[in-house]
Nanobody, 123 residues
Framework: QVQLVESGGGLVQAGGSLRLSCAAS????????MGWFRQAPGKEREFVAA????????YYADSLKGRFTISRDVVKNTVYLQMNSLKPEDTAVYYC????????????????WGQGTQVTVSS
């Protein structure tokens, strides 16, 4: 069984911060990489950041570098997304997902998905 459970979303003012969490269990833990995606209303799902479970190597969408930071806690089997200097255009449902290899940025390359957590940034 695979389970990914996101939490930490909410309503925040522009310029504020949020930290999202994704708790993984089951077969999700056997995957190489954990990633975050987001999807705004009427838009395609977009890659945000990813991290390898073992080495902690990270990569980001170019447009989000410097504001978002991905990290993981291997003891808690949890991946985090720290989001700073939030903007209204960051409003979206944020999903975590797992991929079998490193370096993947397309949603179809990710195998297991969480249910998503809503982030709303007010202006």
């Amino acid at each position: 069984q695979v389970q990914l459970v996101e939490s930490g979303g909410g309503l925040v003012q522009a310029g504020g911060s949020l930290r999202l969490s994704c708790a993984a269990s089951g077969r999700a833990l056997s995957m190489h990489t954990m990633g975050w995606f987001r999807q705004a209303p009427g838009k395609e799902r977009e890659f945000v950041a990813a991290i390898s479970w073992s080495a902690g190597r990270t990569y980001y969408a170019d447009s989000l570098k410097g504001r978002f930071t991905i990290s993981r806690d291997v003891v808690k089997n949890t991946v985090y997304l720290q989001m700073n200097s939030l903007k209204p255009e960051d409003t979206a449902v944020y999903y975590c997902a797992t991929a079998p290899t490193y370096g993947r940025t397309r949603s179809y390359e990710y195998q297991y998905w969480g249910q998503g957590t809503q982030v709303t940034v007010s202006s």
